[in-house]
């Protein structure tokens, strides 16, 4: 609802829309004795399912020729222990809507990790339309401790199951991985909104890992069978389906992309921010557009021409991604140098292995011409990042990663190997290009230490091919 009301607000500038989302978000954490509020609601309710069972049951004796339509499954998710008594307690004690504190003490993520983005994105409009009252150092607090402590290396979020939400820090188990897509779309508005904010690459790297591999993930190739949860070890029951009973990830997910182009790029009165590296047409809105022709995620090479309606003093402003190895940039070929932006202040480090806090930003500032051509090349470095090893399941082991895309194990092509306790020699592994399989991909292949190969897939297409196991992490 906020942040309807704030793009309601954006496009007609009507102040009652900005004034009642403030409202919304103010509110949060205020009601007094707030489990009475829930059992209240949760028996009305039941009363209102009643009704409708009793007027269905009604109408099917009425019309004993009607034969209702099967609803679709339910998704399949593995739960830990005592996971729904801890629903009821996040319930009554307001944490599962995020209506346990006011807005600027929730300095950390908890509760159902849908409503946690959106609440948190809602907070960012409001800074960014300049109604902060103080929000930003909050919102930094509680985006620092979801990325150290309480999130898997795919960015995905939300550790359980029945809550659909947070758990305890490092409470990161790959099997009970709730992972929702939504909750990483949710995540993807909220480091955009944060990007706009304060220009930091560490919000538009963490937009452009989830985007690949917590959101895509959710999407099967041929665009018509979806994940709704996405756990990052699977003994089987998890597979894509067509549709489901509470079908928000795949309308989430079209809509998302359709706006994907908005995330390339942004602007001031001097300064052009390459955030993302897709390909296509920005249009900057000043004569001026930027043709993007990107290999990413499986080739590192991006070139970025310009036209315009003369030469036009500014500075583009390129995000160096976290994982990139070495970084070259040229102007019409010639090698230029580029003023590099200091990374956001130090962190802890991450559970999960992935700092988007490396990423950083250069800056090219000269006369551009039109037909002017930047073209930037990131190393691609196949990388190990462990786990922190207080993790349950998976502490202590490894996710290979190459790019800005997380790989994983999947039976398909690994018939034979026991996915769960493998444990791969580094120096083995290649990267393979393979135009066929899985719609063309840049693969990854090794050896264990026992002798077997090893075929690492990326994580966005596991579950393409019919029911199988899998597993983003092995020894190493």
């Known amino acids: 609802m906020e942040i309807a009301l704030l793009r309601l607000y954006e496009v007609t500038g009507h102040r009652p829309y900005l004034d009642l989302a403030r409202q919304f978000v103010e509110n949060r954490g205020r009601i007094p004795h707030f489990w009475l509020s829930v059992l209240r609601q ?15 049951a009604a109408y099917q004796a009425a019309h004993p020729e009607y034969t209702q339509p099967p609803l679709p499954p339910e998704n399949f998710a593995p739960r830990p222990p005592f996971s729904r008594l801890r629903w009821y307690l996040g319930a009554l004690t307001g944490k599962y809507f995020q209506q346990h504190a006011p807005i600027r003490q929730q300095r950390v993520p908890v509760g159902h990790a849908v409503r946690f983005g959106y609440l948190m994105t809602a907070a960012a409009m409001l800074c960014r339309l300049g109604a902060d009252g103080g929000l930003p150092t909050a919102m930094e607090a509680a985006w620092e401790h979801m990325v150290t402590q309480r999130m898997y290396v795919t960015g995905g979020l939300g550790a359980l199951p029945d809550l659909e939400g947070f758990g305890r820090d490092y409470e990161l188990h790959p099997e009970y991985a709730y992972a929702e897509t939504c909750a990483a779309l949710a995540s993807l508005f909220w480091n955009w909104q944060m990007t706009l904010i304060t220009g930091e690459a560490r919000y538009a790297d963490l937009l452009e890992w989830q985007l690949y591999n917590a959101a895509l993930a959710g999407m099967g190739l041929n665009g018509d069978a979806y994940l709704y949860n996405n756990p990052l070890l699977c003994r089987g029951g998890v597979e894509r389906r067509a549709w489901y009973a509470v079908p928000c990830c795949p309308s989430n997910l079209s809509r998302t992309l359709a706006w994907l182009g908005q995330y390339i790029c942004s602007r001031d009165a ?23 022709e990107s290999g990413l995620p499986w080739q590192g090479q991006v070139r970025i021409r310009l036209e315009g309606n003369g030469p036009d003093r500014r500075a583009l402003c390129l995000r160096v991604p976290s994982w990139a190895g070495a970084t070259a940039l040229r102007v019409n070929g010639a090698e230029v140098p580029a003023d590099a932006l200091p990374p956001a202040a130090s962190a802890p480090p991450t559970a999960c292995g992935y700092d988007p806090g490396r990423a950083r930003s250069v800056r090219i500032d000269r006369r551009w011409a039109p037909g002017d051509e930047l073209t930037v090349e990131f190393s691609q470095p196949i990388r190990l990042l462990r786990q922190d090893r207080r993790l349950p399941g998976c502490g202590g082991r490894v996710a290979v990663a190459r790019g800005p895309l997380v790989y994983c194990l999947e039976s398909v092509d690994n018939p034979g190997v026991d996915l769960f306790n493998v444990e791969v020699v580094p120096e083995s592994l290649e990267t393979v290009h393979d135009a066929e399989e899985l719609g063309g991909m840049v693969m990854l292949r090794g050896m264990s230490v026992r002798g077997e190969r090893l075929t690492f897939i990326p994580y966005m297409l596991w579950a393409n091919r019919g029911p199988s196991q899998m597993t983003v992490f092995v020894g190493g």
């Not at 949760?42 to 269905?56: D, G, I, K, P, T």
């Not at 001097?270 to 993007?292: A, F, N």
């Open 270 to 292: 001097d300064t052009v921010w390459v955030h993302q590296y897709i390909s296509g047409r920005v249009d900057l809105g000043d004569g001026w557009v930027l043709d993007v």
């Open 42 to 56: 949760n028996a009305s309710m039941q009363a209102r399912r009643r009704a409708v069972e009793r007027q269905r």
